[in-house]
């Protein structure tokens, strides 16, 4: 079969609904076959490797929902230096179990107003900095050769304020300023700030910037140097595709893409997952499935559960492969700083009852700041209102609560409303930074345990584990952010720094904090490749412990019973399960029966019996 025999096989099997679709939304069959053109081109130039390893996944459509996936995220001027520097440290990632590979946005961006590379001024292109696009594919194939898949981000909502489309649109050409929303007045921007809340209401206030000279206004949702792309334009999302298609084609696994629900504005509404995101996420689904089906979609979907769901679609019908779980995120924090589990065995069984096809990814930590979205209406049945337990959240997190050893930093922090998020690196924010400096050694072994224990749930649970690189070896805040003038106004930098090669190093040396929190990951990572219970599909509940700060997981295959504990507590706790016959616990290999189970402080078991 010849490439365009098989491209027109695979456009027949989704022709009818991307045609309907696409002409809904745009009335443009002139449209349509240019989009058409643009996925015949990237297909024709895909090459062998890459449909070879296109044709092996489509034999194994579940690939990505066992077990077997352990991701880490890093940027890669702090972990390499440059792309080519993360190639050569290819090791030390396969060491760590590491099998998907998540680069923070890497493309083109300003040298600064670049929001952490979230404001791409070319998609073609990878910053200079880091490295070229060739550079990308020399790292796609050596991940691909040793088993290894890469992640990166597609930032589809806006570009850079320096990107060519606004550059022209700037300079006065109709047809680009069509690719974004520009207005002569503040009337219909006045119409659309009724409904439309703020993200950043305190560093980015509003929706829209004035450009002073040009006399017009621009949609900037995030900050005003990331103009709001225009997806009522056909040429928006037709370019973006063939952007999108690029970046597979260089040999990205998955593409993660960025504030997917925010990408259609309509007048009268919060411009938040719209009807009309869902539509445009399909066809990215369908386009995917008929150019490079072995790529993968993560939906970067930071809401609660009942907004984050639809991003999956219908089995009939599927949109994301998968999404973040943002909710686990933020309870397993609250839970710490309460002590108390009652919440976090919500979250936990709400997730558990879905579909097993749907996968989450889930993280304890990640490049970006903490927010508190937690759901408040069930907090307040448990008499704790939302501005005063944010606040109190904060002040734990920040060591500012009595006798709290945790250090974060405040990002966006609005005095008037109280609210703000939490920024810091794993190992700070559980208290191993204010142990060390405290010189207390009860206190720093609580929190070690504290980070592994939270590390441990996220292992526990269904779904891909995404570390964020640093965390393996209890990387510290880095305070030196403020003294850089490009970044010392955004606190997220406290936990992007640059990766510590010489802390690193420690992993293996006996007694160090490295040694404890990089071989205990270790020993985790390798039980749940190795054991029945977490192979896709064996179901996932929860079992009462009558105590409300110990959490109880249960996972049964046809050969095994797996029972983890989990004391959110500072103090030792007792489990008063009832579960027949005697349990190994594969953590300490201690034999012990499976009643009333004693923990230490911030303890936890994995318990096996063969069933």
């Known amino acids: 079969m010849t490439k365009k025999e098989q491209f027109n096989q695979r456009l ?24 058409c053109g ?16 296109d044709e092996e996944r489509l034999k194994n459509p579940d690939w990505y929902k066992g077990s077997e996936l352990l991701g880490m995220m890093m940027y890669t001027g702090a972990f390499g230096k440059t792309l080519k520097g993360v190639r050569q440290k290819l090791d030390y990632i396969e060491e760590c179990g590491v099998n998907c590979l998540h680069l923070m ?29 060739a550079d990308l594919s020399r790292l796609a194939d050596a991940c691909h050769k040793r088993g290894i898949c890469l992640c990166l981000d597609f930032v589809m909502n806006h570009t850079s304020m320096e990107h060519e489309w606004a550059r022209r649109a700037r300079a006065g050409e109709k ?34 910037t ?36 690029n970046l597979a084609n260089h040999g990205v696994d998955i593409l993660r ?6 990408i259609w504005k309509e007048l009268g509404t919060n411009c938040r997952n719209l009807p009309r995101v869902h539509t445009i996420v399909r066809m990215i689904r369908m386009i995917c499935e008929i150019v490079c089906p072995g790529v993968l979609l993560l939906g970067e979907v930071v809401m609660a559960p009942d907004k984050v769901v639809p991003y999956f679609g219908t089995l009939e019908k599927p949109e994301c492969h998968m999404l973040y779980n943002v909710t686990t995120m933020a309870t397993l924090w609250h839970t710490a700083a309460v002590k108390d589990a009652s919440l976090l065995k919500r979250q936990t069984q709400i997730v558990a009852a879905l579909p097993k096809e749907y996968v989450f990814l889930n993280y304890i930590r990640c490049h970006d700041d903490i ?48 609210d703000a998020r939490l920024c810091g690196t794993a190992a700070s924010l559980c208290g191993i930074e204010g142990a060390l400096t405290c010189g207390s050694k009860e206190d720093l072994g609580k929190a070690i345990s504290l980070d592994l224990l939270l590390h441990g749930y996220m292992l526990s649970l269904s779904g891909i584990p995404m570390i964020y690189s640093g965390d393996e070896v209890a990387r510290l805040n880095d305070y030196s952010y403020h ?129």
């Not at 890497?106 to 070319?122: C, F, I, K, T």
């Not at 893409?257 to 925010?262: L, T």
């Open 38 to 53: 643009i996925m015949e081109s990237y297909f024709t130039r895909r090459k062998e490797s890459l449909v070879g390893l």
């Open 257 to 262: 893409i960025d504030a997917v629900p925010y």
């Open 483 to 611: 003294e850089d003038p490009a970044k010392a106004a955004d606190s997220r930098y406290v936990h992007r720094g640059p990766f510590l090669w010489e802390e690193a190093a420690l992993r293996h040396t006996p007694g160090t904090i490295q040694q404890k929190i990089f071989e205990g990951l270790q020993k985790m990572e390798q039980l749940r490749r190795e054991l029945s219970v977490f192979t896709y599909g064996v179901p996932l509940w929860m079992s009462e412990t009558w105590e409300p700060a110990v959490l109880c997981l249960i996972r049964q295959s046809e050969k095994e019973r797996l029972v983890s504990l989990f004391n959110f507590s500072d103090q030792p706790k007792t489990a008063w399960i009832k579960e027949e016959g005697e349990f190994e616990d594969l953590l300490t290999g201690e034999i012990l029966a499976g009643c009333d189970v004693p923990l230490p402080a911030y303890g936890m078991r994995w318990m096996l019996r063969q069933a």
């Open 371 to 418: 927010g508190w979205g937690l759901e408040y209406g069930w907090l307040k049945e448990h008499d704790m209102q939302e501005n005063p337990h944010k606040k109190f959240l904060n002040d734990y997190f920040t060591g500012r609560y009595p006798y709290s050893l945790a250090r974060g930093e405040l990002y966006n922090d609005d005095p008037a409303s109280g």
């Open 175 to 208: 047809e680009y300023q069509d690719r974004y929303f520009f207005f002569d007045n503040f009337d219909i921007p006045a119409e659309y700030e009724k409904t439309c809340p703020q993200v950043f209401p305190t560093t980015a206030p509003g929706n829209f």
């Open 105 to 133: 946005p890497l493309l083109q961006m300003p040298e600064r107003d670049n929001d952490g590379g979230y404001a791409v001024s070319d998609y073609t292109k990878v910053d200079p900095r880091l490295g070229t696009m």
């Open 210 to 245: 004035w450009l002073p000279d040009i006399q017009k206004y621009v949609m900037t949702t995030f900050y005003p140097y990331q103009w709001d792309l225009n997806y009522r334009n056909p040429a928006v999302f037709n370019e973006m595709a063939g952007f999108l298609l």
């Open 12 to 35: 027949s099997r989704h022709y009818d609904e991307l045609k309907w679709l696409y002409c809904e939304l745009y009335e443009s069959m002139d449209a349509f076959g240019q989009l």
